[in-house]
């Protein structure tokens, strides 16, 4: 599976070189990683918990592969431009900015994603409860109630692995890839550039649909910055910041619950 996301990926950025992507091969770059995602965490999951670990488990695994085939992609993509491993000329909207400002918009786009967050969580559960009832329990993995029964020693080796991975790894990764790469290929839509890149970016996270309003809503803001300083480092720090914000306090709250 992971062979063939490389494979899509090459056919579908012939030119890694050129300012500007079709809007189809745009949709599949965007998307084609979230549907690896989704079929590795369907498949993996069951086999975590069946070793008694918690879905997210099989989740972040499937998340490497992944998010390793975006990293995959750009470093390939540096190669046939540059003829060396360089994300030179791969990897845009490389301004200088002052890292106090890039601090302070960090904070501004932490302190409005977490609004958000407070004002869609009622959102998400009516969808969860509703719309995607039909999916298993274990699917959801943002719900307290999915990590009950689970030993701490393997709450605490998820939580260390979601801290490493979903809080280090992957939003520098989906940055660089998202941000960097495919946002500037989407330039000449203009103001509606930051839109149809976070839109897309939304859809991407197929293994969690429940939560697009709170996506596409607290994250925006990110995408913005990011576009409207032609700075990459503004999204990377923030998704950071987020992603480990995120991960500590629902793991400070299940491992209160579990005792």
Not at 153 to 162: E, I, K
Not at 170 to 193: A, I, K, N, Q, S
Request: include cysteine; aromatic fraction near 14%.
């Amino acid at each position: 599976m992971f062979a063939w996301y490389v494979r899509v990926s090459h056919l579908i950025a012939k030119h890694p070189e050129s300012p500007q992507f079709p809007l189809f091969r745009l949709v599949l770059l965007h998307l084609s990683p979230g549907v690896l995602i989704l079929l590795l965490s369907l498949w993996l999951s069951p086999f975590a918990m069946r070793w008694g670990y918690p879905p997210l488990l099989g989740l972040l695994v499937a998340a490497t592969a992944g998010i390793g085939a975006q990293l995959v992609h750009l470093l390939c993509a540096g190669w046939k431009r540059n003829r060396r491993w360089s994300l030179e000329g791969i990897v845009l909207y490389r301004e200088p900015l002052a890292p106090g400002r890039t601090a302070a918009i960090a904070c501004g786009c932490i302190v409005t994603a977490i609004l958000v967050l407070v004002l869609t969580t009622p959102l998400d559960r009516f969808l969860a409860e509703s719309v995607f009832a039909w999916l298993p329990a274990w699917f959801f993995y943002g719900d307290a109630k999915v990590y009950a029964g689970y030993t701490r020693s393997a709450l605490l080796v998820t939580l260390w692995v979601r801290l490493a991975l979903d809080g280090l790894v992957f939003p520098v990764v989906e940055e660089l890839y998202f941000r960097g790469y495919l946002m500037p290929r989407l330039d000449r839509f203009g103001g509606w550039t930051p839109v149809l890149n976070h839109l897309l970016f939304t859809i991407y996270h197929l293994w969690q649909p429940q939560n697009y309003a709170t996506i596409f809503l607290g994250i925006f803001p990110l995408v913005w910055a990011t576009w409207r300083w032609r700075c990459v480092r503004i999204g990377m720090v923030t998704h950071v910041l987020l992603n480990l914000i995120g991960a500590l306090l629902s793991f400070g709250l299940i491992l209160k619950n579990a005792g």
